[in-house]
């Protein structure tokens, strides 16, 4: 066995041992409903964010366990739901404000 050959052994049992780290704490952080990140996994594992975003494999994982629960969908409509009412009310508040301003500044010409 060359050098070279030797060397990339290494590297490729190195890199498995790696990979088998994030991908048992990703396995975790799902178990537990934690937040599967590439920091949260990072930090489960010890493994280097820099290494997790450069790992396809990784990467393909994550995007797999992004998709939103249907709880968690319905939360932020609901959340959506009650900006946009607040978003109205401010907007009626504000017409109303502008209406007397407006009202106010013709009385003040007209005298």
């Known amino acids: ?13 190195k890199r ?11 396995d975790l952080l799902s178990k537990t409903n934690s937040p599967i990140t590439i920091s949260s996994i990072a930090a489960k594992s010890g493994v280097s964010r820099s290494w997790l975003y450069n790992e396809p494999l990784i990467k393909t994982l994550i995007a797999g366990f992004s998709t939103p629960s249907d709880s ?23 017409r109303s404000i502008n209406q007397t301003i407006f009202s106010s500044s013709v009385n003040f010409q007209a005298n």
């Open 16 to 26: 498995l041992d790696t990979l088998t780290k994030a991908i048992h704490a990703l």
């Open 72 to 94: 968690q969908v319905s939360h932020l409509v609901s959340s959506l739901e009650q900006a946009l009412d607040r978003i109205e009310k401010l907007e009626g508040e504000l």
């Open 1 to 13: 066995m060359t050098r070279t050959e030797h060397c990339q052994k290494i590297a490729s049992a």
